[in-house]
């Protein structure tokens, strides 16, 4: 059974700093891994999706890797703003499902 | 632009009454799925369907039942509400194929008393 593990639960930092979240899942066997934001009360939004057989997507701000044999992701934020304040959730897709971690809260203060 | 469109977004029930949440997409995806998210536990895979007429159990499949009569909806049923489904439901929807990214709705807040 696939589990999905994000560590730091919870994270604060000032505004400006580079940050990475981290994402580890037990079962390499994946079709790709996807990056979402949560805003409080919000749906989910799309950050950054990783086939299987990529090493890393970029867009903007945020990088975010994927080493498949360690079961491994991150996310990184490049120069930090209030605004990426929000919990960031990886999941993986194993068959038809998508699994998801239980999340990293970062707030960022200016 | 709709995306994924949930219905209702607010609902109180109680104990013992029944409701269905609605959720359309319009991107002509094959994929649906049904998620709730509750404090500390994330999002768990409820029921989710990978084409018109088919459905499927995820991990929390209990007291929820499904239907996916028309491709574009797929409707969440509770038959008997308990209070341990107060929840937060997030409908989502991603094409026929392994690779493609998942789209979500805004949510549907459910309280049962």
């Known amino acids: 059974k696939q589990e999905v593990t994000q560590i730091p639960a919870a994270l604060s930092v000032p505004e400006g700093e580079n940050l990475v979240l981290n994402c580890s899942f037990t079962d390499s066997a994946i079709y790709n891994l996807q990056w979402f934001r949560q805003d409080p009360g919000k749906g989910l939004t799309s950050l950054l999706l990783?086939?299987?057989?990529?090493r890393e997507q970029t867009s903007g701000r945020l990088n975010a890797s994927l080493d498949k044999s360690s079961g491994r992701s991150t996310l990184y934020i490049a120069a930090s703003q209030p605004g990426d304040s929000a919990t960031y959730l990886c999941?993986?897709?194993?068959?038809?499902?998508?699994?998801f971690g239980t999340g990293t809260r970062l707030q960022v203060f200016p | 632009n709709a995306g994924v469109t949930q219905t209702p977004k607010f609902r109180v029930l109680k104990t013992g009454q029944s409701m269905t949440l609605l959720c359309a997409q319009d991107?002509?995806?094959?994929?649906m799925y049904w998620y709730r998210q509750d404090p500390g536990m994330g999002l768990r895979l409820i029921h989710y369907s990978v084409g018109e007429g088919t459905t499927a159990k995820g991990e929390v499949p209990d007291g929820y039942n499904v239907s996916r009569l028309k491709k574009q909806n797929f409707l969440l049923g509770l038959e008997s509400a308990a209070p341990s489904q107060t929840s937060v439901y997030f409908c989502a929807s991603s094409p026929g194929t392994n690779t493609g990214e998942l789209f979500f709705g805004e949510g549907s807040r459910l309280t049962v008393l």
């Open positions: 990783i086939q299987s057989s990529q």
């Open positions: 999941a993986v897709k194993n068959t038809d499902k998508l699994i």
């Open positions: 991107m002509n995806h094959e994929y």
